[in-house]
């Protein structure tokens, strides 16, 4: 914690917020303040947006294989240093360091893949249909960045924009979120430290969101808005964008349906649902929200989860054993609360779980219930939380109905044997993802994202850097 960068980083230099303001973090473990941070206003940020529009010209005209290597060399840095950022993780957000661990490694990841498709950018060149003009294509950066995070997976959601877009030659501003800073803070450092010019990322910390992105996306020197976080806050940055035109991807929530047909091997369905509902104690966009399982076999998956789920070991993540950390913070903890509470209140029951302890940090049991009726609230919230609501099915076509009978569509989990089956379901799911009899989609050789309300735009994979490229087509006459 000590080495831990705790100014803004504008321009290569640290700094503090112009005013002097100053702002905590905190454990969510034991509610204790772990440091104070600058707190950026709008005058910092206009002075972030400067350094980014200036370093912009010069850092497109980089050979992509000098991007590459910085971010090559960023990776070796971040996988060297797993524990130390590990613990920091921990420290601000809670997951257990097991996690945090693989949350660096799933980080670092995004930016070798980066380093490998720095040097790949294509173009293209043709004679036009009447045979005598010539085109030439080539891709150009779209420009300075608007990269805003959530807190959930403080590393991997940054590398997850600031790896395509160093890649591609873009210079960035990055807003982390205020409960999670430090892991970005770290990150620029070793950016720095890898060799990546003054003023190609900049970190503005803030408790004032909305006053610090505004003037930015209005103001004309942003060309690309990256955003990851709720559908409601996506929602008000794309009518924000509008105004200047800001180029937009969004990653935004989910509802995830997790359907296990009466085929399904039950192993593997519980293994799945595991990693579906447990991964970052269920603080995921991608966490099942709703799980659908067929009425001759929802007995015994039921069953089996909650035996799994109540076997796992609550606390805070620097402890040996513990599987499951605290939640965010209480406004998180007490939406889970109310959540459950409404189910309750509906008919559902508690197999395990399902009651607060006592005492400091923001803890929540693994919980599961059943018999959960379709009108609770949880079943058009996310949940966000270590929660599995279970649901009974009769036929394929009532459970796809209802699996798509939301406004979100990021991911689907669908568990059964049958090939036919399988590939038929996957495709009359609503959304960008399908885990087809497992409960992990991310990696970052694939295009991460979501239809409807979940977002627009993919992260990750191939396509990845096409978010922060544009075409510039030549046209040449040939005599
Ligand atoms: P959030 O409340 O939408 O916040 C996300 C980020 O936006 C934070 O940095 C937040 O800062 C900032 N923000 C909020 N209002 C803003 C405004 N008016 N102008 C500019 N920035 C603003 O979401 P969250 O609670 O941090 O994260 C959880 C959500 O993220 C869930 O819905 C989850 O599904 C989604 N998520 C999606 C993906 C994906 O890839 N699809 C991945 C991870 C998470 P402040 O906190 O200071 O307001």
Same mark, same amino acid.
Not at 117 to 132: F, H, N, Q, S, T
Not at 219 to 247: C, N, P, W
Not at 458 to 466: A, F, K
């Given at each position: ?5 705790? &100014? ?45 529009? &200036? ?71 043709? =004679? ?21 995070? +959530? ?38 450092? =070793? ?22 992105? %505004? +003037? ?42 997790? =359907? ?11 293994? $799945?649902?595991?990693?579906?509902? /447990? ?48 939640? =965010? ?28 302890? %006592? ?67 996957? %495709?009359?799911?609503?959304?960008? /993802? ?14 991460? $994202? ?21 075409? &510039?087509?030549?046209?040449? +006459?040939?005599?």
């Amino acid at each position: 914690m000590t080495d831990t960068p705790t &100014q803004l980083f504008i321009g290569g230099a640290w700094l503090d917020a112009a005013d002097g303001a100053t702002m905590p973090v905190d454990d969510p473990a034991t509610g204790e303040i772990l440091c104070h941070i600058a707190d950026a206003g709008p005058k910092d940020a206009r002075l972030a947006e400067a350094a980014a529009v &200036q370093a912009q010209e010069e850092w497109a005209r980089t050979a992509p294989r000098a991007r590459s290597e910085i971010l090559r060399r960023a990776y070796e840095i971040i996988i060297e240093r797993t524990d130390e950022l590990a613990h920091l993780m921990t420290a601000e957000m809670g997951k257990p360091l097991a996690e945090a661990g693989g949350e660096v490694a799933y980080a670092a990841e995004f930016f070798r893949w980066f380093s490998e498709e720095a040097v790949r950018v294509d173009g293209g060149a043709g =004679i036009l249909p009447d045979g005598r003009n010539r085109m030439l294509l080539s891709r150009r950066p779209v420009g300075p960045c608007l990269l805003i995070t +959530p807190w959930n997976f403080p590393l991997a959601m940054g590398t997850r924009k600031i790896g395509p877009a160093i890649a591609a030659g873009c210079t960035m501003v990055l807003k982390p979120a205020p409960q999670t800073p430090l892991s970005s803070l770290a990150l620029a450092a =070793i950016l720095q430290e890898a060799g990546l010019p003054d003023g190609v990322l900049n970190v503005v910390t803030t408790s004032r969101a909305g006053e610090v992105c %505004e +003037p930015l996306l209005r103001g004309g020197g942003i060309r690309k808005l990256s955003f990851t976080g709720s559908t409601a806050v996506g929602r008000l940055l794309l009518a924000q964008s509008a105004e200047a035109v800001v180029r937009t991807s969004m990653e935004l929530g989910g509802n995830a349906p997790f =359907i296990v047909f009466e085929d399904a091997d039950l192993d593997k369905a519980v293994d $799945g649902a595991m990693l579906a509902k /447990m991964r970052n104690m269920g603080e995921a966009c991608t966490a099942a929200n709703r799980f659908f399982v067929h009425h001759s076999v929802a007995e015994e998956f039921g069953r089996r989860l909650a035996e799994r789920m109540g076997a796992l070991v609550v606390g805070p993540g620097t402890r040996d054993g513990v599987d499951v950390g605290p939640l =965010i913070d209480r406004t998180g903890r007490g939406k889970v609360e109310a959540l459950v509470a409404d189910a309750v209140e509906r008919g559902a029951r508690v197999l395990v779980g399902g009651r607060t302890p %006592e005492g400091p940090g923001c803890f929540y049991p693994p919980t599961v219930l059943t018999d959960v009726s379709p009108e609770s609230r949880l079943m058009d919230t996310e949940i966000f939380g270590p929660v599995a609501a279970i649901l009974t099915f009769d036929d394929e076509d009532e459970v796809i109905r209802r699996a798509n009978d939301t406004p979100w569509g990021l991911v689907g989990y669908v568990f059964t044997e049958g090939l036919d089956r399988a590939l038929r379901v996957s %495709e009359r799911l609503e959304v960008g /993802m399908v885990g087809l009899n497992t409960g992990l989609v991310s990696n970052p050789a694939a295009p991460f $994202g979501g239809v409807k309300q979940s977002g627009l735009g993919r992260e990750g994979g191939r396509v990845g850097i096409d978010e922060f490229l544009e075409y &510039q087509y030549l046209a040449i +006459p040939v005599r």
